[in-house]
């Protein structure tokens, strides 16, 4: 069974720090999102890489596609206290579009 | 953006009733959607992936006959937990891949199952 494990698992952080989540595996995705999720909520996609090495960066959110395409990192400058949530990686090994994901990192970003 | 909907959002059924929870895509069609379940403070666990028209495909250890899944059309499918019991309890998100790029799968808010 493919396991994606996230890092951290918690995370508390003043507002204007930055943080880096990592998502890692022993397979190779054809493709890799994140979402964020919050608490009642259904997650919201918000990126999707499919080329190794890539980078996106959404404002504050930088994204990370490994060179070998097993691992992520997602990057987020000056955090907010909106940034707060669950983040969740989710890769697709079989190129059907069929989602596995990781163990998520809850994020806290105090005012 | 495209908007998926679930319903109901939140329902409490007794142990051995089934209940039916469903899922629609409001703007757009979805060959393909997808059910998760979470339990609190966990990920999402992707428990089958709905094709219309066609069977459901469960991941392994999801139970086809306890969890029933029905794609009619481009906008709805159903998830039906039939003879519920407490450890049933969770909560079930689905979600829609838009034609012709289903890797934008787009979230439902949810919908919470509590079992007594």
């Known amino acids: 069974t493919q396991l994606l494990e996230q890092s951290p698992q918690f995370l508390s952080i003043q507002e204007g720090e930055n943080l880096t989540v990592y998502c890692n595996s022993s397979?190779?995705?054809?493709?890799l999102q994140w979402y964020r999720q919050e608490p009642g909520e259904g997650p919201v996609l918000l990126v999707t890489v499919v080329t190794g090495g890539e980078v996106k960066k959404l404002k504050r959110l930088t994204f990370q596609f490994g060179d070998a395409r097993k691992d992520s990192s997602l990057h987020i400058t000056a955090a907010q206290p909106g940034d707060t949530g669950l983040y969740l990686c989710a890769g697709d090994t079989s190129g059907t579009y069929k989602y596995i994901f990781g163990t998520g990192t809850r994020l806290k970003v105090l005012a | 953006g495209a908007v998926v909907s679930q319903h109901p959002s939140w329902v409490i059924c007794k142990s051995g009733t089934s209940v039916k929870i469903e899922c629609r895509s409001l703007?757009?069609?979805?060959?393909?959607m997808f059910w998760y379940r979470q339990f609190p403070k966990q990920s999402l666990m992707l428990m089958a992936t709905?094709?219309?028209?066609?069977?459901?495909?469960?991941e392994q250890g999801v139970e086809k006959d306890k969890f029933l899944i029905n794609h009619a059309s481009l906008t709805l499918s159903t998830l039906t937990v039939t003879s519920a019991h407490p450890e049933d309890s969770s909560f079930y998100i689905c979600s829609a891949g838009v034609s012709p790029n289903p890797a934008e799968q787009y979230f439902g808010p949810g919908t919470r199952l509590t079992v007594t």
């Open positions: 703007d757009f069609q979805a060959t393909t």
């Open positions: 397979s190779v995705f054809s493709s």
């Open positions: 709905s094709n219309e028209g066609s069977k459901a495909t469960y």
